[in-house]
């Protein structure tokens, strides 16, 4: 969404489920998981504070992940910044299912865990849970939920200026006037900002919008290429789709191609992971540019996050992650294929520097 994951992303404001935000499996029951595909953890130098220094900590994440590979890297690299605190991460995933979600929220209350990460959601369905476990004395953090308790911790990417640097992209390819699609779902809370932006720059380039589709189910990027081929079909002559998830944009990249349209329509996206810089550098793909976060980074930096709330180091209700703009052009100039690449060749993903203290071993790629 981080990645609707939503990641999303991937999708998260009215909070984006089965993103992200940035295809995916069902899971019916909670798990610990260690993260074994972290990045080494910078070797912390100060002494821990309570709770940490009274041994491990019991925290849960409960999640409403979607397809591909945004999620994923969003949860290795939360996982492993929780290991590297002595941090006992129980993960529940609902993916998709918002009554799940709801269910997994209250066994995670009832588990004992000292804090709760809710990462994506409809506040519909899991805002009365929430309340519980803030009434109940547990710290909570949100990661692209709209939530109005108090005592929460929100986390976000900053999704404004991730569609605000895409759609300035947009407007140098396709110019003033042109003819435009747009592939997108409200009711998502990171969605539902990048439709905002959309909306100002509709106005401002003064595009011609021709059509709007788009939906967020299990498998995202498959369920919409129908979609976007049968609004292809009606209106071949728009010159860019703008698409801002980036199972979204997978969809519609494959809906272009299905139509033999790309050439002449050019995608723009949102969110970044392998898969995503992937379907860029592929030729002929007509996915011309993104913005996003690291997931990876993003995942551990909310954990730290929460570590820190516990620790009542933070200070502040809110944390969040700025994105950075991806173009095709640089991504094949620099001969980026994957996000370790694109992480040496783009510093500014780098979130080492949020939400951290000596005392914490930092994972932050």
Not at 29 to 55: E, Q
Not at 97 to 105: E, G, M, R, S
Not at 175 to 182: D, H, L, P, W
Not at 331 to 359: F, G, H, Y
Request: net charge neutral; with cysteine.
């Amino acid at each position: 969404m981080s990645r609707v994951r939503l990641p999303l992303a991937a999708l998260s404001l009215a909070s984006v489920s089965a993103l992200l935000l940035a295809g995916c499996s069902q899971s019916t029951d909670a798990s610990k998981t260690s993260g074994d595909s972290a990045a080494p953890a910078a070797a912390a130098t100060g002494a821990k504070p309570a709770p940490f220094s009274k041994g491990t900590v019991k925290v849960a994440l409960v999640r409403q992940s979607g397809a591909g590979d945004y999620f994923e890297q969003w949860g290795n690299g939360a996982k492993a910044q929780a290991k590297a605190l002595g941090i006992d991460l129980t993960v529940y995933d609902a993916q998709a299912d918002n009554a799940k979600q709801a269910t997994d929220l209250s066994s995670a209350i009832n588990s004992g865990a000292q804090a709760i990460i809710v990462d994506h959601g409809f506040p519909a369905t899991i805002q009365p849970e929430i309340d519980k476990a803030v009434k109940k004395g547990v710290k909570v953090v949100v990661y692209d939920v709209e939530t109005a308790t108090k005592g929460v911790v929100s986390t976000r990417q900053n999704d404004a200026s991730m569609a605000q640097a895409v759609l300035d992209v947009m407007a140098e390819k396709v110019g003033k006037n042109a003819k435009v699609g747009y592939v997108n779902v409200a009711g998502y809370a990171a969605l539902d900002k990048r439709n905002t932006v959309w909306a100002k720059e509709v106005a401002a380039q003064g595009w011609k919008q021709q059509f709007k589709v788009g939906k967020v189910t299990d498998s995202t990027a498959t369920d919409n290429v129908p979609l976007v081929s049968a609004a292809l079909t009606q209106h071949s002559d728009v010159t860019g789709v703008f698409a801002p998830y980036d199972e979204l944009a997978k969809g519609t990249v494959l809906a272009v191609q299905n139509k033999k349209l790309q050439d002449k329509v050019k995608v723009f996206g949102a969110d970044v992971s392998n898969a995503d810089i992937q379907n860029m550098t592929a030729d002929g793909s007509p996915w011309v540019a993104t913005a996003g976060t690291d997931p990876s980074a993003v995942g551990a930096a909310v954990v730290r996050t929460t570590a820190l709330e516990l620790a009542g180091q933070l200070g502040k209700s809110s944390v969040e992650f700025p994105a950075v703009a991806i173009t095709q052009d640089f991504l094949r100039a620099k001969k980026i294929e994957n996000m370790a690449q694109l992480r040496e060749a783009l510093p500014a993903l780098n979130l080492s520097q949020v939400s951290t203290a000596d005392w914490i071993s930092n994972v932050a790629h």
